[in-house]
């Protein structure tokens, strides 16, 4: 249990009610939280946290020591410059999986549906579908939908394995850019092909050079934000339908005490998309009213959560600290798991309770867990048994334990790109006018997780704050998404919180000043904006007055959505120190050689308020370069 100073100081640990009154009952039931576990975690390995351990092979493990007195070198002979930038781009290559294997069970089930081996789905964006084909060299004319689908499918399968040419969506991006990727040599490739060679090129005795090895990491992370993780946005927009401006609700307070509530947690909207179906069902909503409840409630967690928040509405109870809070409400009867950032200690504390843990993806089964192979095919018939099992464990609820803590947050969603050039009237011209302007200084990208070493949301919602003060429009995807909107950012009320350029635009447009632009696998949909952007003005990317943050970043995927964004030329604040300072070398090449290489490095500060100035700094250099109105540096007021 938490130890006895931050005992009853739950203001130390997060910035939200509901969180705190959920680790007050943990506190007092004496169920362990993920604040407790780091907490047992102490001291954290320093090796590991200056990336200077090895453990790729059997002559190992190794660690160099950083202050120069023990082994300088692994029993390979590597150095701390070889470790460190060999671990960063394992790193980068789990999390580019991760997001780009998402992109392929989509993929598979756009197949299916083009193939009739499935009624579960429809296509629901045809112009996109034909948009994608015509980039894909597919011709559409005169063919059924599903026939344009299968071909597209099949024609994106091929990119993933291909071992020749380029990826078709790379070419989205300014022509500067795809000439610099070419002459740097890291034009992505398959994707696979891609990751294996990371793995390849990082086994002992293969790349030895930093440098190498991370311009391999660069083309690697190139292929997930320009290849499977545009892939996974574009085909779910194609299947589910692109996201329009949307209203809903945030936080814990979206369940409801006398309903059935099931959360739907992880990042594929496969599943949870016909479970929202399922839900709607009249005769499962007579279910659950002949169990004594009013009806059947679906809340959102995680990105899985964003996803069915962007389309359909669907509320979302919270981010990544919440999963294990929301059981502590009491009130949940199922949560149902696909795959990434799930917490293995869910099944542990759901036993507290009378919730009940069911995993559905054959790729991430979960000790304790009911598993329900989820097969697209049988997608509807899977996803009603599975809001059956929900309602008919509705009567084990104890309704003496149901704490719903806070009243929801209303939120504004759903800002596909396409949502937003719709919102200023067909074209960019606009939003680049407003920036030339000088009423709007540019935009960030504030994405990525919350992490129990930060006061939870703190990074999120100060920088987004401080962001928007300073006329600079903010759009969010992932966990910061939901940070900002239980922080009230969403509201398009919140415009009065901006400053005196971007407030009058928000308000004339009837926005927020932070937009949701989806979960992580959508950050590519930041990066065609930003293409939009550079292509309309005739530049490349690293020009624009842009940025990207990840002020609570934890996990492996939002490394590897750094390195895209970096690599395509947008400066990127992390608010959690990467474990790389055991090689200044690494530490100089990324904070700063980059910037020769690719037209943008990486910053590392956990102070939001730091982050908030170095940010505005770089995009005033921006402007500048662009001869666009400026500010000088001295007189930003912050
Ligand atoms: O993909 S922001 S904690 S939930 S990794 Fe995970 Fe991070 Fe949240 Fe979504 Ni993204
Ligand atoms: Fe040690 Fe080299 Fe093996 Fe790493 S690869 S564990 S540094 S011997």
Redesign the pocket.
Known sequence: MLNDARKDDFSKITINKDAAEMLRVAQAEHIETVWDRLEGQQPQCGYCQLGLS???????????DPFGEGPQ??????NAD??VA?NLARMIAAGSSSHSDHGRDIMEVLYHTGNGDTTAYQITDIDKLNRLAKEYGIGSAGKEAKTVAKELALAMMEEYGMRKGHLTMAARAPKARQELWKKLGITPRGIDRENVETLHRT???VDNDYVNILLHSLRNSLSDGWGGSMIATELSDVLFGTPKPIKSEMNLGVLRKDEVNIALHGHNPVLSDVIVRAAQNPELIQLAKSRGAKGINLVGLCCTGNELLMRRGVHMAGNHLMQELVIMTGALELMVVDYQCIMPALTETAKCFHTKIVSTSDKAKFPGATHVSFDPVRGIEIGEALVKMGIENYSNRNQARVNIPVQPMEVMAGFSVEAIVSALGGTPKPLVEAIAGGQIRGAVGIVGCSNPKIKQDYGHVTLAKKLIENDILVVVTGCASVATGKAGLMRPEAASMAGPGLKPICQALGIPPVLHMGSCVDNVRILNLASALANYLGVDIDKLPLAGAAPEWYSEKALAIGAYVVASGIYTVLGVPPPVFGSPNVVNLLTGGLDGVVGASFAVEPDPEKAAVLIRRHIEKKREGLSLPFIKADKITL
């Open positions: 090895c453990r790729i092979c059997a002559m190992g493990p190794c660690r160099v070198k692994g029993v390979c002979g590597a070889t470790i060999r086994h002992m005795g």
